[in-house]
Every structure is written in structure tokens, then in C-alpha cells.
């Protein structure tokens, strides 16, 4: 018997795939963004306050379905990093607006570099064609489960033992 015929092959349906996948890419990312002291959460605000400046706290926190006592823990965090500043909002002085310093902006560039090497070595085994025609299917897919664009569905998880 050969290796390949002993070996046990597992689940193989689209969702497990879909899971398996993404788990193994949301780690290697992970690494990745350690080498620049980050975690994946405080990527993902350098990329929608690169996107939205001047985002309120309370509004950042519901674009990303995030507890808000949780993300001002995640944004103090930031802030000492001196990759985001709070500003008092233009037109409500009770509230603070977010926004990147030139440290976070080149951060978010490092990152986009980060992102894109991640992509190309998750999609080796694919060519050009074929990874287009998976990122249709998928954007497909996201978009039928009523996934936010640019969103990642984890932040609703972060702090969820904070409120219990």
C-alpha cells in the first residue's frame, strides 16, 4: 500500500474546505502580521480608517459588528502604537473621530505589501485565470451570506466573554 492510499482523507465537502482554508490562511496571516507587531484586528481598522477617516468610535464599531467597550481597548492599544489618533469629531465635541498618523499610514502600506504576498503564496497552485474565477465564486458566495465587503466576521466575536 502506497502512502497515498493509507492515508486517511478526511471531509472534503465545499464548507469544510472553505473552513480548513480559511483557518490556515487566517493563521499564516497572523504570523505574517506579527513580524510587524500587529494583530489581524488592528490590520483590518488600519485598512477601513484608510478607507473612511474620521470614522467616529461608536461608528467603526458597528461597521465592524464589534463590542465597542472591546474596540476602544483594541484603539488605546493602537494609539500608543501611534498608528491612529483620536481627534474631537467636527460637528459633536462629545464624540472622538479616528484617525491614521503617518506612522499608520505607511503601517497600512507595509501591510497592503504583507496582503498581497499572503494572497500569491495561499494561491500558488492556482493560475491566473483560476484565481480570478475562485475570487468570483467567492465574492458569490459572501455576498448571497450577507457578508460585509471588506469586513472580517470575527470582529463580532472579539470581547464576547466581556459580556457575560
Known sequence: ????????????????????????????????????????????????LGRESGLSQQALADLLGMFPSRLVTVLDDMERAGLVERRPHPSDRRVSALYLTAVGKKTLQVVGRVAKQHEAELCTALNPDERETLEKFLTKIAEQQKLRSGIHPGYRRLGERDQC
Open 1 to 48: 500500500m502506497t502512502e497515498s492510499e493509507s492515508a486517511p482523507t478526511g471531509p472534503r465537502g465545499v464548507g469544510f474546505l472553505l473552513a480548513q482554508i480559511g483557518a490556515h490562511a487566517a493563521a499564516k496571516f497572523g504570523e505574517r502580521l506579527g513580524t510587524l507587531k500587529l494583530t489581524p484586528p488592528q490590520a483590518g481598522i488600519l485598512g477601513v
